[in-house]
């Protein structure tokens, strides 16, 4: 069975004052119809995850990209339960267009399984910005040498086989069903260890508590070129450029293909123009050499999709992940 998911020379007095304007100017959106938008405040970015994953990365890249744009941004945490925490807090900033939250497929799957009393329906879809695939790991002294011997393991015994990865009914325990089903394993029978970040589940991989790994490829290429780690397999259609010597799961015989996505939303009850300012201002960023060059540098690829087409791309997701989950016992 196949599975595809498709899815950047003065005086100091004079010195002073012109930076001072410059700090202003960079606060306005850039005419006078967006004149007075943020009316002087800073924008704020919810990642709704640990530092250091990938919703994490995607907004400091773009507090980084956005300088440029509206100045300085401010970056705050919120993790757990797959994003839905900090969901549900972002859903009280109603009408307030200052505030963004990164939000993806990750959360999509985490508000069903989670059984989540806030839903994306009650935010206000911006934008998808890019995609990141995801990259199957063992410890580097590990015995699984590649995707044959994970895969003779499950057949032989799909529970032994332990799975580290992100939070409950996110796309890294998606992932591990759908190779699962693809090689004639029950989905529901798959040994899936939950986290609340990277960073967890690289500790329960490297501790022995798990068989495999799975995560983004811009979460762990750092350790996988440490060589704390070894990659096995990708869930492109391709190899990837920042890992060019791992095979994808096609290649080894597991017809599967899976990408993540991120964007981004505002809190509800924003006024139709406020929300038309926001796209336009993601785009605008998508568009800048800094967010070209942090698509190539993380091994990125650019995805953008705003308005309607977001909304109904969101909207497909929802029913595509319901099915998953649904398949895997989860929702």
Sequence with gaps: MRYTWRPAAAGPFVA?????????ASLVWGGDDDAGFLNGRQLRLMAPAAPGGGWDQTAREMQAALRGEVGRTEVYNVAGAGGTIGLSQF????GDATQLMVMGLVMVGAIKSNDSPVALDQTTPLARLLTDYEVIVVPADSPVKGMS????????????????????????QILAGLVADAVGADPAEVNYVAHSGGGEALSTLLSGRATAGVSGVSELVGQIKAGTIRPIAVSSPQRLPNLPDVPTLKEQGVDVELANWR???APPG????????????????????????TLERR???????TGDQF???????????TDVLVKMGLA
């Design 299 to 305: 091994g990125w690829s650019d995805a953008t999709l």
């Design 263 to 265: 964007g981004v939303v």
């Design 149 to 172: 011997d994970l895969v003779a393991a499950m057949k032989d015994d799909v529970g032994k086989v332990s799975w580290a990865g992100g939070s409950a009914g996110g796309i890294e």
């Design 270 to 293: 924003i006024s139709a123009d406020d929300e038309r300012q926001l796209e336009d201002l993601l785009v605008r960023m998508t568009r800048t050499d800094a967010w070209r060059e």
């Design 16 to 24: 002073a004052a012109v930076a001072t304007l410059l700090l202003i």
């Design 91 to 94: 859903v009280r900033h109603d």
């Design 311 to 321: 909304e109904q791309y969101l909207a497909g997701e929802r029913r595509t992940v």
